[in-house]
Structures are given as C-alpha cells and as structure tokens.
C-alpha cells in the first residue's frame, strides 16, 4: 500500500492479527470477501477467473507479472457478483488440519502472553533447529491475544528449492531460493490444549518444547495427544448430530465414516467406508446401528452455519486430528463436539487423572 510522505509504515502485522482472527465485529461481508478471495488465489484458480475476465468484459488492469492473490483480489473489485458465481463453482476448499496437545498440570497456571523479550527468547531457541534441519535462522513468533485463546504465528523457512525459471524473452534459467512458511499455534487457556497445525512432527515436538519451556517453565508441558472419541456414533446414534444447544448453527449431518474390521493377520484388515449425504437417514433406512465393536477411525460431518451460505466440512480422526474448512468455525464447533461427547474430557473426581469420555 503506498505510505503517504511523513507518515508510519503501514502495520501489516496488525492486520494479518485480525484478518487471521476474525470475531464478530468483523462485517460478515467481509470475512466472506477474505475467505473467498483466498480460496481463488490458487494457479487453478486464476486460470478461470482470467478466463471469465475475457468472457465478460472484466478488465482486471494486471500485467503480466500478477499474483494469483493479485487476480483473486481484483476481479473482486471489479465484479463481485460474478467472482461469487465463479467462486460457488470452483470452491475447493483447503482444510487445515491440527493436532491437539493437553497439558498434564493439575490446576493449570495462568496464561500470560509473552512479551517481546519472552517472543525473542523462543526465537532465538527454536532458530538452532531450524539451521541443523536446512531451514535457515531468522524465525518470527506473532502472537494475537483473544478471549480465552492466544494464536500464534511461526514464521521460518523451509529447506531450499532449485526451480526452472522462465523470462519474458521466452529463455530459461534457474531459480535457487528459500521458500517461507507459516506454522499455526492456538493455546485454549480454559483446556490447556495447544493445537497445532505444522508440516512435520519434528516442528509439532520442537513448538511443544519450546512454547511449554517459556510460557510454563516446562519443557514437557504438554505431553498428552488424545483429544477426540467417535464413541457417541456407537453409543448415542442420531442423536449425536443434535445442534439445537449451540448458538450459530442450524444442522449437523454425518456425511462419511470409516471403520476397520479385524482381518486374518497383519496388514490384512478389512476398511469399510460408508457415504451420504445424511447417512444416519439411511441407516435408519435399513435398519442398521453401530455396534460396540465397530472400531470408527474417521468421521465427516456436514455443518450448517446460520451465516453461511452453504454447509461446511469438519473431520474427526481419533484420536487427535481435526480438520476445519476454516479456522475461525473451531469455536462454535469444538462447543458442539464438546457437548456431544466427541471431545475427551477429565473427570474431577477421577484421581488417576486418566482421561474418561
């Protein structure tokens, strides 16, 4: 954005903050400009928004040089009814998958959020890693403050690329560079959950270290995987996709599960896998219920927001993994999952301290 002369630098840190942590003061207009016009900054994308600038006129003003965020964004501008129709057809969502840590400490300490010096100290301890895995040093840690949650932001790069390269002049050469990358942290205070979404597990294990050394004084801080059940599928049936509790939403349907059957030795099991659209209307169909010893390893479930549109995918692997259309839904959703069993909770009165659902 061009800075006027004799004023600060534009704060981009500040609003990737909010447009990474949208609440509900944010304009529903624009939370769905900002997701949409991400979904489209794909090279697939691009291509059919270009295609559809051609086809009705849309003059986009880019040169030849433009990003597909670039084109995303402009056509926007320039047509929204039309990026929208193109948009409900393309719609290949990218869900972002975390896995869930618990801390073992009995009652939780206080979450403070770092400071710059405690931000600079985790930098400086996670940018040896980071070299002895040929990623380069130079991390950043952005923290973003909310209700009951902090998110995090790791930014660091990755292991150096050698790509072909091609100029205007139609010749060819090479590229060598460092791409960038940026992991996602959020600590659930209420839990002392840290969900993680990063590409290996070597960078999962280094966040765990490092974030419960500085923030809780302790290194194994948050040793515990095991977040989610399907159990309520076998124990409770369709009753289990009853949302009428939960503010925001309008409907849950299971839309797939995955269940794996005991075979005649080792790596000879059987996986059976079930699809629908609402399958608990056609098991009740044909009379069929989940037994105790149905072993369920993933669920799909259809999602209806009273905001959106169109209903929205969340996928539940035992006994960690979620997946979200969009992260900002991980409220609202992890309340109804919480609420209907899916989510594994500690008992007070459970003095192993084991995990009961």
Request: proline letters at 6%; charged letters at 25%.
């Amino acid at each position: 954005m061009p800075v006027p002369p004799g004023t600060e630098p534009f704060d981009y840190e500040t609003l990737a903050g909010i447009f990474g942590r949208p609440d509900t003061d944010m304009p529903q207009e624009l939370a769905d400009a900002l997701y949409s016009t991400h979904e489209m900054a794909t090279p697939e994308g691009m291509d059919k928004l270009q295609h559809a600038a051609a086809e009705h006129d849309v003059d986009l003003g880019l040169n030849g040089e433009a990003t597909p965020e670039a084109v995303s964004v402009r056509f926007w501008l320039r047509n929204q009814t039309l990026f929208e129709e193109m948009h409900a057809e393309h719609y290949l969502t990218r869900p972002r998958s975390f896995l869930h840590f618990y801390a073992d400490a009995k009652p939780l300490p206080p979450f403070v959020a770092p400071t710059d010096a405690t931000k600079s100290a985790m930098q400086d301890d996670m940018d040896p890693w980071f070299e002895i895995k040929r990623r380069g040093t130079g991390c950043r840690l952005l923290a973003y403050p909310a209700d009951g949650e902090c998110l995090f932001m790791v930014r660091h790069g990755t292991p150096c690329r050698l790509e072909g390269s091609h100029n205007s002049s139609g010749g060819s050469g090479s590229v060598f560079y460092r791409p960038q990358q940026h992991d996602v942290l959020v600590y659930n205070e209420a839990r002392g959950e840290l969900r993680i979404h990063a590409e290996t597990k070597g960078e999962r294990e280094l966040y765990k270290r490092v974030f419960g050394l500085h923030l809780f004084g302790d290194p194994e801080f948050f040793p515990g995987e095991a977040k989610f059940t399907l159990a309520p599928l076998i124990t409770d049936g369709a009753a289990a996709m009853n949302s009428l509790d939960v503010d925001g939403m309008e409907w849950v349907r299971l839309k797939e599960v995955e269940m794996w059957w005991p075979g005649t030795g080792k790596g000879n099991t059987e996986r059976e896998i079930h699809k629908a659209k609402d399958l608990f209307a056609v098991f009740a169909k044909r009379d069929f219920h989940f037994l105790e010893y149905h072993h369920l390893t993933k669920a799909v479930f259809g999602v209806k927001f009273a905001s959106a549109k169109s209903p929205r995918s969340v996928t539940i692997k035992p006994s960690n993994m979620a997946k979200y259309d969009r992260d900002g839904d991980s409220v609202v959703i992890e309340e109804w999952l919480t609420k209907r069993g899916f989510i594994l909770v500690e008992s007070e009165d459970d003095e192993t301290g084991e995990a009961v659902e």
